[in-house]
C-alpha cells in the first residue's frame, strides 16, 4: 500500500488541533466546510468563538494548499505577501495566476477523497498509543511513520 507521509502529517496536524479544542465525533472539516469558511471575512476570525474556522482556515491555506496546488505556485515567497488569485511571474517568465480555480478544486477533492480513512486512522492512533508500531526505527520520515498506525 502507497501511503504519501507528507500529506498524512499535514492532516495529522490538523486532526491534533481540533482534537484539543474538545471536539466529539467526525473531527476534520468537510470540503463543504472549508468552502464556507474561505466566504468569511477577516473580522469573522477575530472573535473568540471563531478560533476552530480560524485555525482550519490558517491549515488550509499554510499547509494544505502548498501540496495541492504545489510549492512554485503557493511558497513562503507567495503566500505571505499575495493573494491565491494574484498573477506573478514564474521561471518562465510568464504571468500565472498563483491558484487557479481548477487546481483548488482538485486539491479539495483530494481532500474530500482522504478524509474518512485519515480520520479512522487518527482515532486508532489515539485508541491505541504506543501499542503499533511500523517500519525501521532508523528511517528519516521516523517521526511521522512510527506514530501512524497502516
Not at 62 to 68: E, K, Q, S
Not at 127 to 148: D, M, R
Request: proline fraction near 4%; charged fraction near 30%.
Amino acid at each position: 500500500m502507497y501511503v504519501n507521509f507528507g500529506i498524512l502529517c499535514i492532516y495529522a496536524e490538523l486532526f491534533d488541533d481540533l482534537k484539543e479544542l474538545g471536539n466529539d465525533g467526525p473531527v476534520l472539516p468537510t470540503a463543504q466546510e472549508i468552502v464556507e469558511l474561505l466566504q468569511f471575512s477577516v473580522e469573522h476570525y477575530e472573535k473568540p468563538e471563531n478560533a476552530k474556522d480560524k485555525k482550519i482556515l490558517l491549515w488550509y491555506q499554510d499547509r494544505w494548499l502548498p501540496i495541492a496546488i504545489g510549492l512554485e505556485y503557493w511558497d513562503d515567497k507567495n503566500r505571505h505577501y499575495d493573494l491565491p488569485t494574484d498573477k506573478v511571474k514564474l521561471r518562465d517568465g510568464k504571468d500565472w495566476v498563483l491558484c487557479t480555480a481548477t487546481s483548488e478544486a482538485f486539491g479539495l477533492m483530494v481532500y474530500d477523497n482522504c478524509r474518512d480513512k485519515w480520520e479512522e486512522i487518527f482515532k486508532l492512533k489515539h485508541v491505541n498509543k504506543g501499542k503499533l508500531k511500523s517500519f525501521s526505527e532508523n528511517s528519516s520520515i521516523n517521526s511521522c511513520i512510527n506514530t501512524f498506525p497502516l
